[in-house]
């Protein structure tokens, strides 16, 4: 199976894992929180449970109060009188806010909740008709902490209510008063989450991984699936390139052996000339294929001096001068630049600025002209090659200094080559410290700009 039928399942398959693991993910986290905020409470109610029966033993059956009366006097106790006798005590008659608070601090250290913090209430005549606007059954307590009417009216936060019951082995005739304890937890949520963090940031974490992975996988399938395609492209356009050379050198070979042409000195000379140029044009190619791949080694050395830009423009554009006649082409040089001494290899540069003319000359339309024009800054010298071609898309713009890439020109098929031009012309510009861009528009022609450091020299 070819990779361009087994890349979409490996995409669906890929993206089906990356999918089912982020869930998993989001899961395992919702449920361990869940659990660890189940424990957290359950260590509160623990805690606060204690606090509730430290509370009651210490509140005490009676209140120990003195009868006194005057010698010789008779008294009888009225009834209201012998109720307030047994009344048990209030827990906010007999403790103070700093009591309870004390009392909380000390349950929550035993249960290891040190660092959380609380508000909390004693309240007493508790009935269902008392109820807050969070749905909270309280009355204005007789003890609270400072900041507990606020926190209790938060729906979000954590509440626990006790009832200060009597002791099982109490007098069952002592009048009990009514309260509850209420403590409220506030951001109990987030409490959970934080002692939770390290966990939730290494899930986070090795999801990204997944992510990340999962990126990495996705592109180097896509650059395998363009490598491919480039490498059938290159080797159609190698093969083409060498057939056509091979086929002409084969003709003028058969035609040397024919006796006409063996007894014609001319003739003969004639096609040996074809078949010169011919291989001349082979080593031509292959001298550019050991040349792409000496860049891509990094093994290309530059023979850098200090030369004139100008010159060597001017020897690149006469080199075309007869195919421009050819084509009925035009050609105009306008170089304004008062400094174009740069450093820089001779045959390179004049590799470069033929490269580009080259493909102007290649993908031109009727009345072709090309314009170069020069000027110079502070620091750089700007050549800029302007034609009337055939143009570019936006997409074969952004890819068009990619390695045997070559532009889609629609019913032009005379363009030859293997994609390696642009190529080398952005590696050696940037060999030499220097900057390229282009801009075109389909159907109105294309402008590449060079930029070179000038020479201190």
Known sequence: M?????????????????????????????????????????????????????????????????????????????????????????????????????????????????????????????????????????????????????????????????????????????????????????????????????????????????????????????????????????????THEFKTPLATISLAVDALRNEKVVNDRVKGEYFTGIIKEENRRMNKQVETILQASLLDRQEQQLNLRSLHAHVIIQEAMENFHLQLEGKGGNSELQLNAKNDLIRADEVHLMNIITNLIDNAVKYSKENLLIRIVTHSTAKSLVIRIEDNGIGMSKETQRRIFEKFYRAHTGNLHNVKGFGLGLSYVKTIVEAHHGKIKVDSIAGKGTNFTLEFPLTKD
Request: hydrophobic residues 45%; charged residues 20%.
């Open 2 to 238: 070819g990779l361009k039928k087994i890349f979409p399942i490996i995409f669906v398959l890929i993206t089906l894992s990356l999918i089912g693991s982020i869930y998993i993910q989001i899961n395992w986290i919702l449920t361990m929180v869940q659990n660890k905020q189940d424990q957290l409470q359950n260590k509160v109610a623990v805690a606060v449970n204690a606090v509730t029966q430290d509370l009651v033993a210490q509140r005490g059956l009676s209140q120990g109060k003195t009868l006194r009366v005057k010698p010789g006097v008779p008294w009888r106790p009225s009834d209201q009188f012998t109720l307030e006798l047994q009344r048990v005590p209030l827990v906010a008659e007999r403790f103070t806010v700093e009591d309870v608070n004390d009392k909380i601090h000390k349950e929550f250290n035993k249960a290891d909740l040190k660092s959380i913090r609380f508000e909390f209430s004693i309240s007493s005549d508790l009935n269902s008709s008392d109820l807050s606007s969070s749905g909270v059954m309280f009355r204005t307590p007789e003890l609270q902490s400072k900041n507990f009417l606020k926190e209790v009216e938060d729906t979000t936060n954590f509440k626990i209510f006790n009832p200060l019951l009597a002791p099982e082995n109490s007098d069952a005739s002592t009048i009990l008063p009514d309260e509850v304890l209420v403590v409220v937890i506030p951001n109990f949520r987030d409490i959970v989450i934080g002692e939770m963090r390290i966990m939730i940031a290494g899930a986070i974490f090795f999801t990204l991984v997944i992510i990340a992975t999962f990126y990495v996988t996705v592109n180097a399938l896509v650059r395998q699936k363009k490598l491919s395609e480039i490498k059938n492209d290159f080797i159609n356009n190698m």
